[in-house]
C-alpha cells in the first residue's frame, strides 16, 4: 500500500482544521461497581429520539433542533432527563451501564447546546472562548458528581481512555452532517454493543464516511485522521479497521486498493 496521504480537505462549512483531542483518563471517573445491578432510566431520551430524529435519503439522520424548541414540553423533558442524569454518580454503575450512561449524555447534552443557540448552521458557531467557530466541546455544560463536565470530557477523558472501543466514534454525535448518525435508539446496558456494531456497519458503508473514486484515490472521513491512534494509530490499522465493517464489494476495493487517501468532513447542521 502506498502511502495515505495526511491532507485535510475542509467541508465549504468550516474555515479552519478540527484539531481532536488525544484520549487523557480523568482518574476521578475510573471507579466501577461490577456488583452493582442499578440501572439508569434512558427513557425519556428515547421519547426525544422517536419525535425528533428523521431519517433521510441520503442515510443522514436529521434532528429536529427547531422542532424542539418550539415544544415547551419537550425541551422541559429534555432538561428533566439531563438533571437526572446529573443527579447519578456513574461511579457506582457497573461497567456496561456506564458506557451506555456516558455516550446517551454526551449525544443529549449536544442536542441541548445546540437547541439553546438555535438557530445556528453548524456547531462550530457555538462557543464561549474567544476563538472563532472553536465549537462547545470545551465549554463546561454539566455538574455530575461534584464535578464540572465538559463534552470533552466525556469523549476524551472518560469514554475513549477507559473502553479503549474505536466504535465509540460511531455512538457520540456532534450534530453535523459528516457525522455517524445520531442513533434512533437510546443506549442501554444490554445493546450498547450491538448499536455500535451497527453504526460502524451503517457509517463505513456510506460514502461520507468511505468513498472510494477509482483505483487511485479514495476520500475517507476525517473522523479516521483525528483520532488515528484509536484505529491502530497507522494508516494500515485505519484500513483493517474499515475492512472489519465493510460490505463484500467495499472490502474486496479496500484490499486492494493502492492509491491515494484524502479526508473530508462536513460541519453543516444535522437538522432536517
Not at 106 to 128: F, G, Q, R, W
Not at 244 to 260: I, S
Request: aromatic share 12%.
Amino acid at each position: 500500500m502506498k502511502s495515505i496521504g495526511c491532507a485535510v480537505i475542509c467541508s465549504l462549512f468550516s474555515v479552519a482544521v478540527f484539531a481532536a483531542a488525544e484520549p487523557e483518563l480523568i482518574p476521578f471517573w475510573e471507579p466501577s461497581s461490577e456488583q452493582s445491578g442499578a440501572s439508569v432510566d434512558h427513557s425519556a431520551w428515547q421519547t426525544l429520539l422517536n419525535a425528533y430524529i428523521k431519517t433521510h435519503p441520503s442515510g443522514v439522520n436529521r434532528f429536529d433542533y427547531a422542532g424542539l424548541k418550539a415544544a415547551t414540553h419537550s425541551l422541559a423533558n429534555l432538561n428533566s432527563y439531563l438533571a437526572a442524569l446529573q443527579s447519578v454518580d456513574p461511579r457506582e454503575l457497573a461497567r456496561a451501564e456506564q458506557k451506555a450512561y456516558w455516550i446517551n449524555f454526551y449525544n443529549a447534552l449536544t442536542v441541548k447546546v445546540v437547541v439553546d443557540a438555535y438557530p445556528v448552521e453548524s456547531i462550530k458557531e457555538i462557543h464561549e472562548s474567544w476563538i472563532p467557530r472553536a465549537g462547545p466541546w470545551g465549554d463546561v455544560h454539566a455538574k455530575v458528581a461534584g464535578q464540572d463536565l465538559t463534552l470533552d470530557n466525556i469523549e476524551h477523558g472518560i469514554l475513549r481512555p477507559i473502553w479503549q472501543d474505536a466504535r465509540i466514534h460511531y455512538g457520540v454525535n456532534c450534530a453535523s452532517i459528516g457525522c455517524p448518525n445520531l442513533t434512533n435508539t437510546a443506549f442501554t446496558a444490554s445493546n450498547t454493543e450491538a448499536l455500535l456494531d451497527a453504526a460502524a456497519r451503517d457509517y463505513i458503508n456510506h460514502v461520507r464516511g468511505v468513498d472510494v473514486l477509482d483505483e487511485d484515490f479514495m476520500v475517507i472521513s476525517s473522523i479516521y485522521t483525528w483520532f488515528v491512534v484509536d484505529f491502530g494509530d497507522s494508516e494500515e490499522g485505519v484500513i483493517a479497521h474499515l475492512m472489519k465493517y465493510a460490505k463484500p464489494e467495499l472490502a474486496a476495493q479496500l484490499e486492494n486498493f493502492n492509491g491515494t487517501i484524502d479526508y473530508e468532513y462536513d460541519w453543516a447542521l444535522n437538522q432536517p
